[in-house]
C-alpha cells in the first residue's frame, strides 16, 4: 500500500546531506545545524557536550516532528569561537570520552574477572 | 570576560566499575559522565545494536492451524546467535547480491521441516528444529545445549533444553519452510533488538541528620523506617540505631521524607541523587552477550557520531566564505 518503507526512519536518502548548515542571517556567530535521521540520542549527548564549552552562549536541540527523521541543533557562540567550530570540537570530545569508556570497561573487565577468581 | 581560546577540549573521563557479569546479564557502575551519555547509551543498547533475526520465509507447505503470515511472525521473534552481526552487511547496501539476502555477506538461511506423523500425540515444532547454513548464526537454546554438551555441565536439566515453541502440529499436518535471516537493529523492528532490558538509575546519596534522630523514640524510628516502601533503612534491635542498608533500594519516592514531616521532624533524612553516577542493569535476548552489547553499543555510537560530523565541503568553507567577501 502507501506504507512508507521502515528503512526511511535510518538511511539518509539520496541527494541529501547528513549534516547540513546555516548561518543566522541576524546574529553573529549564530547557526543552525540539520542532521538527518537522527534523534535524540545524537541530539542530546552534543547538546550537553555543547554546554561544556564556555564559548557557547546558547545550544539547543529540537526533533521538529516524529515523523520527520531530522534533528535540528541551534548553536550561538562568542566571537572567540564559531558554530561550526564549537561543533566540531564537542563531537571530537565526545568521541574521546567515548573512546576513553571503551577502554575503561575493557579495563575493568579483566580486573572484574581477576577479583571473580579471588573469589570476591 | 575571561574566556578560554576556541579549541580547548572539555573532555571527560568516565570511570566503570563492574559489579556483576554474566553471559546475559551485567551490573555496573558508571561515573563522572552525565544523564546524557548514559541515556545515549542506553538507547544505543535497545534500539542500533545489530543483531540477526529471520527477515523473510518462504513457505512450501503449511497444514498447521496457523497462518503464514504468523508463523513468519513468530520465527521472526526467534533471537539467533549474532556474534558475528557486526561485522554483517545490511542486505539493503551490499554488493555481493541484488538485495533478495541469498549471499554469505548479509543473510542466513534456513530451512525447517516437520510433519506430524505417529502417534496420538501433538507435535511441537520448536527453534530446535531449524536448520542453519552457518553455524555461527542458529537459534540461542540450540546454541547452548550445544556449548553444555561441550562442557559436560553437570548442573543441566536437560528437560528446560526445548527450544522456542513455534507451533503445535496434530497427525498429518506438516510445516515446511525456508527462512532468511538479515542483520537489522531494533529502530526497523524490535525483533532486532539484542536487549531484553536495559535501565539505568542515579545513585542516591542519603544522609540521616543523626541529631534530629536522636530525638525520635524506639517506635517512632520504627515507624519511620517501615515507612518506606523498600527496604532502605535498618533499625538496629540493640542499638537502637537507624542506619541506610540499602541506599539503592531507595525508589525517589519521597515517603520517607513525607513521613518525617508529618512526624514533625522535617529534614530527618535528606537524599539526593548523584548527578554524575549511575547504575546500570542490562539484560540481552542470549543474541549477544551483554558485555558484547556495551562495547558493540559504544562502537555503534562512535559511529554515529562521526557520520554527523560537518564534511569538508559543507560547514567550514561556508564560514571561511563569511571570513572572506561576507556581508
Given at each position: 500500500?502507501?506504507?512508507?518503507?521502515?528503512?526511511?526512519?535510518?538511511?539518509?536518502?539520496?541527494?541529501?546531506?547528513?549534516?547540513?548548515?546555516?548561518?543566522?542571517?541576524?546574529?553573529?556567530?549564530?547557526?543552525?545545524?540539520?542532521?538527518?535521521?537522527?534523534?535524540?540520542?545524537?541530539?542530546?549527548?552534543?547538546?550537553?557536550?555543547?554546554?561544556?564549552?564556555?564559548?557557547?552562549?546558547?545550544?539547543?536541540?529540537?526533533?521538529?516532528?516524529?515523523?520527520?527523521?531530522?534533528?535540528?541543533?541551534?548553536?550561538?557562540?562568542?566571537?572567540?569561537?564559531?558554530?561550526?567550530?564549537?561543533?566540531?570540537?564537542a563531537i571530537n570530545d565526545l568521541d574521546k570520552e567515548l573512546?576513553?569508556?571503551?577502554?575503561?570497561?575493557?579495563?575493568?573487565?579483566?580486573?572484574?574477572?581477576?577479583?571473580?577468581?579471588?573469589?570476591? | 570576560?575571561?574566556?578560554?581560546?576556541?579549541?580547548?577540549?572539555?573532555?571527560?573521563?568516565?570511570?566503570?566499575?563492574?559489579?556483576?557479569?554474566?553471559?546475559?546479564?551485567?551490573?555496573?557502575?558508571?561515573?563522572?559522565?552525565?544523564?546524557?551519555?548514559?541515556?545515549?547509551?542506553?538507547?544505543?543498547?535497545?534500539?542500533?545494536?545489530?543483531?540477526?533475526?529471520?527477515?523473510?520465509?518462504?513457505?512450501?507447505?503449511?497444514?498447521?492451524?496457523?497462518?503464514?503470515?504468523?508463523?513468519?511472525?513468530?520465527?521472526?521473534?526467534?533471537?539467533?546467535?549474532?556474534?558475528?552481526?557486526?561485522?554483517?552487511?545490511?542486505?539493503?547496501?551490499?554488493?555481493?547480491?541484488?538485495?533478495?539476502?541469498?549471499?554469505?555477506?548479509?543473510?542466513?538461511?534456513?530451512?525447517?521441516?516437520?510433519?506430524?506423523?505417529?502417534?496420538?500425540?501433538?507435535?511441537?515444532?520448536?527453534?530446535?528444529?531449524?536448520?542453519?547454513?552457518?553455524?555461527?548464526?542458529?537459534?540461542?537454546?540450540?546454541?547452548?545445549?550445544?556449548?553444555?554438551?561441550?562442557?559436560?555441565?553437570?548442573?543441566?536439566?536437560?528437560?528446560?533444553?526445548?527450544?522456542?515453541?513455534?507451533?503445535?502440529?496434530?497427525?498429518?499436518?506438516?510445516?515446511?519452510?525456508?527462512?532468511?535471516?538479515?542483520?537489522?537493529?531494533?529502530?526497523?523492528?524490535?525483533?532486532?533488538?539484542?536487549?531484553?532490558?536495559?535501565?539505568?538509575?542515579?545513585?542516591?546519596?542519603?544522609?540521616?541528620?543523626?541529631?534530629?534522630?536522636?530525638?525520635?523514640?524506639?517506635?517512632?524510628?520504627?515507624?519511620?523506617?517501615?515507612?518506606?516502601?523498600?527496604?532502605?533503612?535498618?533499625?538496629?534491635?540493640?542499638?537502637?540505631?537507624?542506619?541506610?542498608?540499602?541506599?539503592?533500594?531507595?525508589?525517589?519516592?519521597?515517603?520517607?521524607?513525607?513521613?518525617?514531616?508529618?512526624?514533625?521532624?522535617?529534614?530527618?533524612?535528606?537524599?539526593?541523587?548523584?548527578?554524575?553516577?549511575?547504575?546500570?542493569?542490562?539484560?540481552?535476548?542470549?543474541?549477544?552477550?551483554?558485555?558484547?552489547?556495551?562495547?558493540?553499543?559504544?562502537?555503534?555510537?562512535?559511529?554515529?557520531?562521526?557520520?554527523?560530523?560537518?564534511?569538508?565541503?559543507?560547514?567550514?568553507?561556508?564560514?571561511?566564505?563569511?571570513?572572506?567577501?561576507?556581508?
Amino acid at each position: 500500500m502507501n506504507a512508507p518503507d521502515r528503512y526511511e526512519r535510518f538511511v539518509v536518502p539520496e541527494g541529501t546531506k547528513k549534516v547540513s548548515y546555516e548561518r543566522d542571517t541576524k546574529i553573529v556567530n549564530a547557526a543552525s545545524f540539520t542532521i538527518e535521521r537522527e534523534d535524540h540520542t545524537i541530539g542530546n549527548i552534543v547538546r550537553m557536550q555543547l554546554h561544556r564549552d564556555p564559548n557557547v552562549l546558547f545550544a539547543g536541540y529540537k526533533l521538529p516532528h516524529p515523523l520527520q527523521y531530522k534533528i535540528i541543533v541551534r548553536i550561538h557562540t562568542t566571537s572567540q569561537s564559531s558554530p561550526t567550530q564549537a561543533y566540531t570540537q564537542a563531537i571530537n570530545d565526545l568521541d574521546k570520552e567515548l573512546e576513553y569508556l571503551k577502554q575503561a570497561f575493557e579495563d575493568e573487565k579483566t580486573r572484574y574477572e581477576e577479583r571473580a577468581k579471588q573469589g570476591f | 570576560m575571561d574566556r578560554p581560546a576556541a579549541g580547548a577540549s572539555y573532555q571527560r573521563f568516565p570511570r566503570v566499575r563492574i559489579r556483576e557479569l554474566r553471559d546475559d546479564y551485567a551490573k555496573f557502575e558508571l561515573r563522572d559522565t552525565d544523564a546524557s551519555i548514559a541515556n545515549a547509551l542506553r538507547r544505543v543498547m535497545i534500539a542500533e545494536v545489530p543483531t540477526v533475526a529471520i527477515d523473510l520465509v518462504e513457505i512450501e507447505v503449511n497444514s498447521s492451524v496457523l497462518n503464514d503470515e504468523f508463523i513468519a511472525h513468530r520465527l521472526g521473534l526467534i533471537p539467533l546467535t549474532s556474534a558475528a552481526a557486526m561485522q554483517m552487511r545490511f542486505s539493503r547496501d551490499c554488493d555481493a547480491c541484488d538485495g533478495d539476502g541469498s549471499c554469505e555477506y548479509c543473510s542466513v538461511e534456513f530451512l525447517l521441516s516437520a510433519r506430524a506423523t505417529d502417534s496420538d500425540q501433538t507435535l511441537e515444532v520448536t527453534a530446535n528444529d531449524l536448520r542453519s547454513a552457518d553455524p555461527k548464526v542458529c537459534p540461542v537454546d540450540q546454541a547452548r545445549a550445544y556449548q553444555q554438551a561441550l562442557n559436560a555441565d553437570y548442573d543441566t536439566n536437560a528437560g528446560e533444553q526445548r527450544g522456542i515453541l513455534i507451533v503445535k502440529l496434530r497427525r498429518g499436518q506438516e510445516l515446511r519452510l525456508r527462512a532468511i535471516a538479515r542483520k537489522g537493529i531494533g529502530k526497523d523492528h524490535a525483533k532486532w533488538s539484542p536487549a531484553a532490558t536495559v535501565t539505568f538509575m542515579y545513585e542516591p546519596d542519603i544522609r540521616i541528620n543523626e541529631e534530629l534522630m536522636d530525638t525520635l523514640t524506639l517506635d517512632e524510628k520504627r515507624s519511620w523506617v517501615e515507612s518506606s516502601p523498600t527496604k532502605v533503612f535498618h533499625l538496629d534491635p540493640i542499638t537502637k540505631q537507624v542506619t541506610v542498608c540499602d541506599a539503592e533500594a531507595y525508589t525517589y519516592d519521597d515517603e520517607v521524607i513525607k513521613k518525617a514531616e508529618a512526624m514533625g521532624k522535617p529534614g530527618l533524612v535528606e537524599i539526593n541523587a548523584k548527578e554524575d553516577s549511575f547504575i546500570f542493569t542490562v539484560e540481552t535476548t542470549g543474541a549477544i552477550t551483554a558485555y558484547e552489547l556495551i562495547m558493540n553499543a559504544i562502537t555503534v555510537l562512535r559511529q554515529k557520531l562521526d557520520a554527523v560530523r560537518l564534511q569538508d565541503d559543507d560547514g567550514d568553507l561556508g564560514e571561511l566564505g563569511a571570513h572572506l567577501g561576507g556581508p
